[in-house]
Nanobody
Framework: VQLQASGGGFAHAGGSLRLSCTAPESIFHLIDMAWYRQAPGKQRELVAT???????SYVDSVKGRFTISRDNVKNTMYLQMNSLKPEDTAVYYC???????????WGQGTLVTVSS
């Protein structure tokens, strides 16, 4: 399963960025999708999840600032990141999982850098 992530870049604190992750049309209706991030010297952490039924969950540190969504026509997941903080600086990875798959799948990372 090939995932295509994009949208990282540079922002000042308080700014916004939007990440995108496209998955194959053939599996999109089967998958839960998520964004993880890994900051330098830290473990990878789960940031947000959007389930097949559209339900969402967020890590506490991004609640109220980040919004995860999915477009079932474009086969794409988004992470809208507002009110960015320097501590949001990390490589962000998209992830998909399904009970029909033996393993998770990962997209290539996209770097988000937030300056103070």
């Amino acid at each position: 399963v090939q995932l295509q992530a994009s949208g990282g870049g540079f922002a000042h604190a308080g700014g916004s960025l939007r990440l995108s992750c496209t998955a194959p049309e053939s599996i999109f209706h089967l998958i839960d999708m998520a964004w993880y991030r890994q900051a330098p010297g830290k473990q990878r952490e789960l940031v947000a999840t959007i389930f097949r039924d559209g339900g969402t969950s967020y890590v506490d540190s991004v609640k109220g600032r980040f919004t995860i969504s999915r477009d079932n026509v474009k086969n794409t997941m988004y992470l809208q990141m507002n009110s960015l903080k320097p501590e949001d600086t990390a490589v962000y990875y998209c992830n998909v999982r399904s009970r029909y798959f033996p393993t998770d799948y990962w997209g290539q990372g996209t770097l988000v850098t937030v300056s103070s």
